[in-house]
Each structure stands twice: as C-alpha cells, then as structure tokens.
C-alpha cells in the first residue's frame, strides 16, 4: 500500500467526518447554543452546501496552483475553521466557520482524488481512486458514533477538535510523504458544468439530489426520529449510527455485483422502492429499538448502494467525461444533504420529527420517478450521443 494514498484517505475520512458528525451531537449544540434543533441541523446545511457549490469553482480557478501546495491550504483551512466552531462563542459564529470549513474542503477533495490517479501507475489507477474514496465512504460508518462518544464522554466542542486533528495530522503526511504532484491540464468551469445540458445528465443528477434530500432529512435528524428508539441512551444512539454506516459500506461493496449481473436500472428500482417503502414505515418503526434496527439497516444499505448503480449509469453514457460529470455527481449529493437540513426543520415545525419519514418518503418517491424518465431518456437516445463537454482532454481526471 502506498503511504501517500493512506494520507489522502485520511483527509478524506476527515472531511466525511466533518460532514457527518455534527448529527451525532445535534441536541447537545442545540442546548450548547440555546437554538431549536431545526436551527442547529443549519450548521450542516452551511458546511454541505458551500463545500458542493465551490468544489467546481476552486477545481478550475486553482487549476494552475502546485497540488501540494492546494492540498496543504485546503487542510489548513479547514482545521481552522473547525476550531473556529469549537470555541465559537456564538451560533453566528459557529455557521460561518462552517461555511470556512465547507471551503477547504473544496480546495481538498477533487485535488486529492485528482492526485490519486496521478501519482500512481496507470494500471493501479482505479485502486488509487478507490483508496483515497474509501476514506470517505469509511467515515459514513464512523463518523456519527465516533463524535456521539466524544460528545457524551465530555462535550460536543471535542468532536470539532477531533475533525482538525484528523486533518492536521493529514496535512502533516502530504508535507513529508508527497513530494512532486504532476499538474493536470486545466479544465474551464464552463466545461465543468456543460454537461448539465443534457437531459439524461440533468435527470440523473435530479435523481441523485431528491435522494440524498430525502436519506439526509432523516439523518440530519436521526435524534430527533429514533429518540422514542434511543431513549436518551448515546450507546444506543451510537450503536444505530454504526449499523447505519456498516449496512452501507457492505452495500457498497455487493451493489457493484448487482449491477453487473442485472444491470443498474433494475437495482436503481429495487433500494429506491425498498427505501420508499421503509421510510414511509418509520413513524410506527422507530417507536422501539427492535424495529428500529431492521429500519435502519435496510435505509442505510440501500441508501448508499444506490450510489453505485447511479455512478455506473453515469459512466455507461458519460465516459469521456466521466470524472466531470461524477464530480456534479458528488456535488448533487450534498446539494440534496443541504436541502434536507431545511426540509427537516421545516418539517419539525409542521408535522413534528416523528412524521419526518413520511415527508422523506415523498422526495424518495419523486426520485423514483424521475429515475425512471431518466432511464427512459436514455433508452430513447442513442447512448453514443456526444455529451457538451466531449472534447475535455482525457488526462484531466483530476
């Protein structure tokens, strides 16, 4: 194993903590603020949507800046702003060092994955990728449980220094262990979004926001949704987080077989409808703890399973521009995570959190739809149509 992947993974794990933690210790910065839990879960919101919009922004205006030197200022930001919220002397305060924080991120993520690809061989390039990605599809398992324990054992301020400690210490590993970073041809942000242009494209990425806007409102939530389930016990608050991450990496890793087998559509149909029907279910699932365990399981394999088909269907008609359109991709998943932040405090407010299924049910059935219109589109179009952006040179992946 390269060192220099496992350091870039752990800047991944950090970001996909900071994107995650924070619902772990939601009632505790709610109280610690004197907010509604609605106006806490804002403190996700912020981080998710500034780090979706500005990745393809800093991807193309930093496109001439050292990698090195990129992948050590995005760190460092982002570990300043997470102390910025630890001590962060009012909730004001505390958003905009998310938002901060949202923007290091940015700088880091395509840059590390983009160094992924370039600093190995060629024909290890998709075990590159799939290290440093693994950092954070790892983080969904860990992250919650991880800074719910620290929270209960002391407060929800040490989660937030854990997410910079985990950063520093990447940011200490690209400084020893990377040296020369090869510099990918740049790529206009006006190429970076051309593909939206096309329906399939468009219907796709639709698909992915109303999905992860739904999954993200119960998640966001999960306090507020399981707590007749929990019964104010972080054990089992953790213990339901960790079965939740665990189910989707597991998921991650058979979804892949699945779609090979049968084909993405039928697997895309299949975890959307299970998740719909799951979610719908949740008001009287999540009343005790022996139904909410099946809930979440089935919710969190599924949830992040459907990741692979969607990737994969992207790919199927995207492949010159793949990693272009993955990346809108990527930031169409924490666009819906934004989203989720507002629906559920809205929701709070007008159906109460236990009811919150039944609002996610209805965004996981327009994503359903429009999955298939997008299958359809598909179908309908032949698959060899150039995309808008086709002539981005093959080697900038990055």
Known sequence: MDRRLLVLALGMFALGTDSFVVAGVLPEIARGFDVSIGAAGQMTTIYAVTYALLTPVIAALAAHVARK????????????????????????????????????????????????????????????????????????????????????????????????????ASGLGVLVFLAHIPMPPAVPLTRRVAPLADARIGLMLATTFLFFGAAFTIYTYFAVVFDRAIGGNPALFSGLLVLWGAAGTVSNLLAGQLVDRVGNRKVLVTMLALVLADFLLLSWSS???????????????????????????????????????????????????????IIGAVGIDVVGGHE???????????????SELAARSIVASNPNTPLPSAGVPQQGKA
Do not use: K
């Open 287 to 341: 009343t005790n703890l022996w139904t909410a365990i099946p809930a979440v399981v089935l919710w969190g394999a599924c949830g992040w399973g459907i990741l692979v088909p969607q990737q994969h269907r992207i790919v199927s008609i995207a492949r010159p521009i793949a990693p272009i359109v993955l990346g809108l991709n990527n930031s169409a998943t924490f666009l819906g995570s934004t989203a989720a932040g």
């Open 69 to 168: 030197q990129l992948l050590l200022a995005g760190l460092a930001v982002f570990v300043i702003a997470n102390l910025g919220t630890a001590f962060a002397s009012s909730f004001g305060i505390a958003l905009a060092t998310r938002a901060l924080a949202g923007l290091g991120a940015a700088m880091f993520s395509p840059t590390a994955t983009g160094a992924a690809a370039s600093i190995g061989a060629p024909e290890r390039r998709g075990f590159a990728l799939s290290v440093v990605i693994a950092g954070m599809t790892v983080s969904t398992a860990l992250a919650a449980p991880i800074g719910a324990l620290i929270g209960g054992l002391g407060d929800w301020h040490w989660t937030m220094v854990f997410v910079a400690a985990l950063a520093a």
């Open 356 to 370: 919150l299924g039944t609002v996610a049910a209805v965004l996981v059935a327009a994503a359903l739809i429009v």
